[in-house]
């Protein structure tokens, strides 16, 4: 394995771990947005206000992804099986 394999190996890993948790960060950022500015309108100021939405959002946004997370993942480790041979073989 030369460096360039493992530089790509580790760039294909990190990029499929950000594509993967993307959705969930988004949906958290979002939520927490909404929440805090209407917190702030009522000036209400309950921390547990806050991360209950956020907690229930993410949640669905897991659900809602996990066909499409199970896809990326079950595509990745089947291209990093496939490709074993290949790099220990150079």
Do not use: H
């Not at 990190?14 to 948790?21: D, F, H, Q, R, S």
């Amino acid at each position: 394995m030369n460096p360039s394999d493992a530089v790509e190996l580790v760039r294909t890993a990190v990029l499929n771990a950000m594509l993967i948790g993307s959705p969930l960060l988004v949906m958290g950022m979002l939520v927490g947005l909404v929440v805090s500015l209407l917190q702030a309108l009522t000036q209400i100021q309950d921390q547990t206000l806050n991360a209950v939405p956020k907690i229930v959002a993410m949640i669905l946004a897991l659900v809602f992804c996990m066909p499409w997370i199970a896809d990326r993942m079950i595509e990745y480790t089947t291209t990093t099986y496939q490709n074993i041979p290949l790099v220990i073989s150079k």
